[in-house]
């Protein structure tokens, strides 16, 4: 084939490739997707209906509505105490689309990005596509959680590789952990040493359930790139409508790369966004509790059951070891429990290869899912240990 051979060599995400293969499966009940079940507030939909109405439907500028700018410039200041001009930010199609820009960006081919794993699957792609080289740093035996010394070794390691950029995303998926300001300024610390880009996937920014969340670019803002978006804090997965916030002469190199994959995001979106960023401040925090409210039945259900599992403290995920006598890797057993239990998990190896002996649970589905796949979870673990 004459395609290009690094597009070649990408493999569809491992959370698609399974949610099709259990897909057809009668009665399934899925706790595999990594989206928001509740419906967009009511009063976001109707200002994108009266967009329409209003002939919102052209071009927008490039780097997406000035009233959009600066609404988002006021909301993430007063939610994180980021200060971003308007000019600052960019309207992406979605979080996608925003570290798609990012990376495209500031990457040469043989540049290396370090990841903290197990992490989500869409940045390894990005970087292979602009020719350079992902390293791993696995956090299997530090909590889950990058740490100074760990990100330490592994610049020490890569001294010679042009180490150019630090993915960070938290709170995290697939394990829903979250660091402490402490945390990260120590880890500040060592990426200030080393000069290096942070791009800053902070998503579900608004999905933390003990602490505050600590935006990354209010410790480090010369060098970091902040992604965010509405997709999680909103429900707002389909409308596409991310942000790019960084300063202005990364800006205006990335601008560049916006303009030539996607022009802009939709102008009907945009209209929705400036709703939500405005009126829509205590649309998050609402969303929060309902899923808190989960998280807290979903951990005491996995406790009775026996599992160990990843405490959660933020977006809405769980990432629960694979039972001690099961025997076979994480996507046998979600195969299995698929089949056999009629419920639908992550294999923890699609987040890498240490997320091999776990499996990720998304607690965004109603209560009455949760409950019957927790009963029914209960009822095989049972039935399979007393084989
Ligand atoms: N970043 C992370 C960590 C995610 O989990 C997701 C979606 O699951 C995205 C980015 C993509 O977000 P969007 O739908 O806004 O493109």
Redesign the pocket.
């Given at each position: 084939m004459q395609t290009n051979i690094r597009i070649q060599q990408i493999q569809v995400s491992g959370i698609r490739r399974f949610d099709e293969a259990i897909s057809t499966i009668p009665d399934i009940l899925k706790l595999t997707v990594?989206?928001p079940d509740l419906p967009t507030p009511a009063h976001i939909k109707k200002a994108a209906i009266a967009a329409i109405r209003d002939d919102w439907t052209h071009y927008s500028p490039l780097m997406g509505f000035a009233a959009l700018q600066h609404a988002a410039s006021t909301y993430f200041n007063q939610k994180y105490q980021l200060n971003y001009d308007p000019e600052e930010i960019i309207a992406?199609?979605?979080?996608?689309?925003?570290?798609a820009t990012a990376l495209l960006t500031i990457l040469n081919p043989g540049d290396t990005v370090l990841l903290p794993t197990p992490?989500?699957t869409?940045y390894e792609p990005v970087v292979s596509m602009a020719n350079a080289q992902l390293v791993p740093i696995d956090t299997t035996t530090t909590g889950y959680k990058l740490t100074p010394t760990a990100l330490q070794t592994a610049l020490d390691e890569h001294v010679l590789d042009h180490v150019k950029a630090l993915i960070l995303?938290y709170p995290?998926?697939?394990t829903g952990v979250t660091y402490t300001r402490d945390e990260l300024q120590a880890l500040q610390k060592v990426i200030a040493t080393a000069g290096i880009y942070v791009i800053s996937?902070e998503?579900?920014s608004e999905l933390t359930y003990e602490q505050a969340h600590t935006a990354f670019a209010t410790l480090y803002p010369s060098k970091t790139i902040t992604?965010n978006?509405?997709?999680?804090s909103h429900a707002?997965?389909g409308w596409?409508?991310?942000f790019i916030l960084a300063p202005h002469d990364l800006i205006a190199e990335m601008k560049k790369t916006h303009q030539y994959l996607v022009t802009s995001t939709s102008s009907i979106s945009q209209a929705a966004g400036i709703e939500a960023l405005t009126n829509g401040l205590d649309d998050g925090p609402a969303m929060r509790s309902v899923y808190q409210e989960r998280r807290d039945y979903m951990v005491k259900r996995l406790s009775e059951i026996g599992l160990n599992y990843i405490y959660p403290t933020g977006?809405f995920y769980i990432f629960v070891q694979l039972p001690t006598d099961f025997e076979g890797s994480s996507w046998d057993f979600a195969t299995r429990l698929a089949h056999e239990a009629h419920v639908a998990v992550v294999p923890g190896s699609a987040f890498g290869a240490s997320g091999e002996g776990w499996f990720r649970i998304s607690y965004a589905a109603s209560q009455s899912v949760l409950r019957e796949s927790m009963n029914q979870l209960a009822l095989w673990r049972v039935q399979t240990a007393s084989q």
């Open positions: 990594g989206e992406t199609v979605g979080a996608t689309e925003a570290v992490a989500y869409s995303n995290t998926n697939p996937d998503i579900y992604i978006g509405l997709s999680k707002m997965t596409r409508l991310g977006a």
